[in-house]
């Protein structure tokens, strides 16, 4: 049986670590970053561009209409699709775990999946991203940063999928990391997957 787990999460969460470790523990294909790098040779768009837009909607509106002409379309437009085609191919393929990039929304009638959602509390997403990503930032830099990623990705999630980004209703399994720990969420999530 092929499985597919998909996990969106707020900045600074611990979706991308819980992810990799979901993935190194099961052997599962891991699919992040990478697939920017795969939209861009699909898109022929410089890595470096679309990695600037990577998890945000648009500045420009229109999507409805590009749908009809996607050669067209805008950049963002062209490399959402193209994200989305490897985000499916991934999926076909099996065994796997995704994170970000709508993948909950893009996959949500698959069968053999599990869509997580992690989330924290503020002040425990700033002290992390603190320690471990941001060590030369001031709190008040990383709180506003914190803001603005996942402004952006609700935008991003609404633009694309009129869904609402955290949405309990759109996830199988929502995880505290701040409550429960990154250990913790990596094995609820490996008992689920069970």
Same mark, same amino acid.
């Not at 969106?8 to 979901?22: L, N, Q, T």
């Not at 561009?49 to 998890?55: P, Q, S, V």
């Given at each position: 049986? @092929? ?16 992810? %990799?470790? *979901?993935?190194?523990?099961?052997? =599962?294909?891991?699919?992040? @970053? +990478? ?18 837009? #990577? +998890? ?19 950049? +963002?437009?062209?490399? =959402?699709?193209?994200? %989305? ?24 009638? =698959? ?10 509390? #503020? ?7 603190? @320690?471990?990503?941001?060590? /030369?930032?001031? +709190?008040? @830099? ?7 990623? &996942? %402004? ?11 869904? /609402?980004?955290?949405?309990? &209703?759109?996830? #199988? ?9 990154? #250990? %913790?969420?990596?094995? *609820?999530?490996?008992?689920? *997957?069970?």
């Amino acid at each position: 049986m @092929k499985k597919i787990i998909t996990i969106s999460r707020e900045f600074g969460a611990g979706g991308g670590e819980i992810g %990799k470790r *979901i993935a190194e523990t099961l052997g =599962y294909h891991y699919a992040d @970053k +990478e697939l920017i790098i795969n939209a861009a040779r699909a898109t022929n768009a410089n890595p470096q561009t679309l990695i600037n837009m #990577d +998890e945000k909607a648009p500045l420009i509106f229109g999507f409805t209409q590009s749908l009809f002409d996607l050669y067209n379309a805008p950049l +963002e437009e062209r490399f =959402y699709e193209s994200q %989305k085609n490897i985000i499916k191919q991934i999926a076909e393929a099996g065994n796997c775990v995704i994170v970000g990039r709508n993948a909950n929304s893009i996959l949500s009638e =698959y069968d053999n999946t599990l869509h997580i959602f992690i989330h924290a509390a #503020d002040y425990w997403r700033l002290q992390r991203l603190k @320690k471990e990503k941001m060590q /030369d930032e001031t +709190e008040a @830099k990383i709180a506003e940063h914190i803001k603005t990623v &996942d %402004k952006a990705r609700r935008k991003y999630c609404s633009y694309f999928t009129s869904r /609402d980004f955290g949405n309990a &209703d759109n996830y #199988d399994l929502c995880l505290c990391s701040s409550k429960l720990g990154i #250990d %913790k969420c990596v094995d *609820i999530i490996l008992e689920c *997957i069970k």
